[in-house]
Protein backbone atom coordinates (compact mmCIF):
# COMPACT_ATOMS: atom_id res chain seq x y z
CA UNK A 1 0.00 0.00 0.00
CA UNK A 2 2.85 2.45 0.85
CA UNK A 3 4.52 1.63 -2.36
CA UNK A 4 1.20 2.59 -4.48
CA UNK A 5 0.88 5.75 -2.55
CA UNK A 6 4.64 7.03 -3.29
CA UNK A 7 4.23 6.16 -6.75
CA UNK A 8 1.19 7.91 -6.94
CA UNK A 9 2.79 11.12 -5.36
CA UNK A 10 5.92 11.02 -7.42
CA UNK A 11 3.72 10.60 -10.81
CA UNK A 12 1.48 13.76 -9.23
CA UNK A 13 4.52 15.86 -8.51
CA UNK A 14 6.44 14.64 -11.68
CA UNK A 15 2.87 16.35 -14.06
CA UNK A 16 2.84 18.84 -11.73
CA UNK A 17 6.53 19.72 -12.45
CA UNK A 18 5.75 19.39 -15.99
CA UNK A 19 3.02 21.47 -16.14
CA UNK A 20 5.03 24.36 -14.26
CA UNK A 21 7.72 23.75 -17.03
CA UNK A 22 5.36 24.11 -19.57
CA UNK A 23 3.59 27.41 -18.12
CA UNK A 24 7.37 28.32 -17.81
CA UNK A 25 8.15 28.44 -21.42
CA UNK A 26 4.72 30.16 -22.29
CA UNK A 27 5.96 33.14 -20.02
CA UNK A 28 9.44 32.71 -21.12
CA UNK A 29 8.36 33.16 -24.99
CA UNK A 30 6.06 36.05 -24.18
CA UNK A 31 8.95 37.66 -22.04
CA UNK A 32 11.17 37.71 -25.26
CA UNK A 33 8.39 39.57 -27.14
CA UNK A 34 8.37 42.42 -25.13
CA UNK A 35 9.94 45.67 -26.37
CA UNK A 36 11.61 46.30 -22.45
CA UNK A 37 13.03 42.81 -22.56
CA UNK A 38 16.28 42.94 -23.93
CA UNK A 39 18.28 39.92 -23.17
CA UNK A 40 17.30 36.10 -22.37
CA UNK A 41 18.06 36.54 -18.63
CA UNK A 42 15.99 39.11 -18.38
CA UNK A 43 13.41 36.94 -20.25
CA UNK A 44 13.97 34.05 -17.54
CA UNK A 45 13.76 36.52 -14.65
CA UNK A 46 10.43 38.14 -16.05
CA UNK A 47 9.04 34.33 -16.47
CA UNK A 48 10.36 32.87 -13.08
CA UNK A 49 7.98 36.65 -10.91
CA UNK A 50 5.19 35.45 -13.30
CA UNK A 51 4.85 31.79 -12.98
CA UNK A 52 5.36 32.44 -8.61
CA UNK A 53 2.62 34.72 -8.75
CA UNK A 54 0.08 31.57 -10.02
CA UNK A 55 2.60 29.26 -7.87
CA UNK A 56 1.72 30.72 -4.54
CA UNK A 57 -1.60 31.51 -4.84
CA UNK A 58 -2.79 27.65 -3.56
CA UNK A 59 -0.53 28.18 -0.87
CA UNK A 60 -1.94 31.40 0.29
CA UNK A 61 -5.22 30.97 0.09
CA UNK A 62 -4.61 27.90 2.18
CA UNK A 63 -3.15 30.20 5.06
CA UNK A 64 -6.12 32.47 4.35
CA UNK A 65 -8.31 29.52 4.90
CA UNK A 66 -6.48 28.66 8.46
CA UNK A 67 -6.26 31.85 9.70
CA UNK A 68 -10.03 33.14 9.00
CA UNK A 69 -11.28 29.63 10.42
CA UNK A 70 -8.62 30.10 13.85
CA UNK A 71 -9.74 33.36 14.05
CA UNK A 72 -13.89 32.26 14.02
CA UNK A 73 -12.83 29.44 16.01
CA UNK A 74 -10.75 31.34 19.08
CA UNK A 75 -11.34 34.97 18.39
CA UNK A 76 -9.48 36.04 21.64
CA UNK A 77 -6.39 33.84 20.52
CA UNK A 78 -6.23 35.77 17.05
CA UNK A 79 -7.85 39.54 16.90
CA UNK A 80 -8.28 41.09 13.64
CA UNK A 81 -4.69 43.72 13.74
CA UNK A 82 -2.62 39.83 14.79
CA UNK A 83 -4.30 38.16 11.95
CA UNK A 84 -3.88 40.81 9.80
CA UNK A 85 0.08 40.62 10.63
CA UNK A 86 0.11 37.13 10.42
CA UNK A 87 -1.54 36.89 7.37
CA UNK A 88 0.69 39.47 5.62
CA UNK A 89 4.14 37.87 7.17
CA UNK A 90 2.68 34.50 5.81
CA UNK A 91 2.07 36.11 2.39
CA UNK A 92 5.64 37.63 2.08
CA UNK A 93 6.93 33.96 3.31
CA UNK A 94 5.39 31.97 0.88
CA UNK A 95 5.69 34.26 -1.74
CA UNK A 96 9.81 34.27 -1.43
CA UNK A 97 9.45 30.91 -0.82
CA UNK A 98 7.78 30.39 -3.93
CA UNK A 99 10.15 32.72 -6.23
CA UNK A 100 13.83 31.09 -4.87
CA UNK A 101 12.32 27.61 -5.30
CA UNK A 102 11.03 28.33 -8.95
CA UNK A 103 14.44 30.52 -9.51
CA UNK A 104 16.44 27.43 -8.60
CA UNK A 105 14.72 25.23 -11.53
CA UNK A 106 14.70 27.55 -14.08
CA UNK A 107 17.47 30.06 -13.52
CA UNK A 108 20.06 29.86 -16.86
CA UNK A 109 17.37 29.03 -19.18
CA UNK A 110 17.74 30.48 -21.97
CA UNK A 111 16.79 28.73 -25.28
CA UNK A 112 12.91 27.68 -25.92
CA UNK A 113 11.73 25.22 -27.97
CA UNK A 114 8.39 24.13 -29.61
CA UNK A 115 6.91 23.86 -26.23
CA UNK A 116 6.99 27.27 -25.46
CA UNK A 117 5.13 28.49 -28.28
CA UNK A 118 2.44 30.81 -27.32
CA UNK A 119 0.19 29.97 -30.27
CA UNK A 120 0.03 26.40 -29.19
CA UNK A 121 -3.59 25.50 -27.44
CA UNK A 122 -3.65 24.99 -23.73
CA UNK A 123 -3.18 21.60 -22.66
CA UNK A 124 -5.46 20.01 -19.68
CA UNK A 125 -3.54 20.46 -16.88
CA UNK A 126 -2.44 24.14 -18.15
CA UNK A 127 -6.03 25.19 -18.08
CA UNK A 128 -6.29 23.54 -14.99
CA UNK A 129 -3.54 25.53 -13.34
CA UNK A 130 -4.62 28.77 -14.49
CA UNK A 131 -7.38 28.00 -12.65
CA UNK A 132 -7.10 26.80 -9.82
CA UNK A 133 -4.26 29.93 -9.77
CA UNK A 134 -7.11 32.45 -10.42
CA UNK A 135 -9.48 30.74 -8.45
CA UNK A 136 -6.63 30.88 -5.50
CA UNK A 137 -5.84 34.41 -6.49
CA UNK A 138 -9.69 35.75 -5.79
CA UNK A 139 -10.36 33.49 -2.91
CA UNK A 140 -7.51 34.81 -0.87
CA UNK A 141 -8.78 38.62 -1.29
CA UNK A 142 -11.86 37.83 -0.55
CA UNK A 143 -11.04 36.09 2.60
CA UNK A 144 -8.73 38.68 3.38
CA UNK A 145 -11.14 41.35 2.92
CA UNK A 146 -14.03 39.21 5.13
CA UNK A 147 -11.47 38.16 7.49
CA UNK A 148 -10.05 41.48 8.87
Partial sequence: MSTTLFTAYRSSWKAYSDILETVFRR???SSLGRPWINSPAAATADAIYRLSVGAAAPFIF???ILIGSVRSL???LLPGRL???LFA???VVVGLATYVALNRKFEGYEVP???SREDRPLTRGEWWFGL???AS???YIALLVLCL
Fill in 113 to 115: DES
Fill in 74 to 76: FPN
Fill in 137 to 139: IVG
Fill in 27 to 29: FYA
Fill in 89 to 91: AGF
Fill in 132 to 134: ASW
Fill in 83 to 85: AGY
Fill in 62 to 64: ALA
